[in-house]
């Protein structure tokens, strides 16, 4: 019997490590502000995750035997990872902001250009 868990515990942590890590670091990679904001959502996703297939779990256990509850539990881990993982993509450039002059830099004027009566030095 302890080989089932082992081997249960080692395919659990190698598919938490392939998903977790991955989708932690390419949030991170999304959100230049608030990172740790997408961290934990991604985080607070996983533990979701868990809470609903948790009861899912044991209602195909009790229904059917173990063998068939991992064999529709990995089916359906297939049949909606690898979609979602088909629309995961790395960030790209920014979009271009519409209402910016074009050149112009964010939160910075250009050196002689106008200033607007925030941004000019208090007489």
């Not at 009790?62 to 979602?84: H, K, Q, T």
Request: overall charge positive; proline content about 9%.
């Amino acid at each position: 019997m302890w080989q089932l868990y082992l081997t249960f515990g080692l395919l659990v942590g190698a598919g938490v490590s392939a998903f977790y890590v991955p989708l932690t670091v390419l949030a991170i990679k999304w959100f230049e502000e608030q990172r740790g904001m997408a961290a934990s959502v991604v985080s607070a996703g996983n533990g979701l995750g868990i809470l609903a297939l948790a009861p899912l779990t044991r209602w195909l256990i009790s229904e059917y035997d173990w063998r068939m509850a991992f064999l529709v539990l990995g089916n359906l881990a297939g049949v909606i990872a690898i979609p979602c993982a088909l629309l995961l993509r790395t960030p790209g450039q920014p979009a271009p902001d519409r209402w910016s002059a074009p050149g112009a830099t964010h939160g910075c004027p250009q050196p002689g250009g106008v200033r607007g009566p925030s941004l000019g030095p208090r007489s």
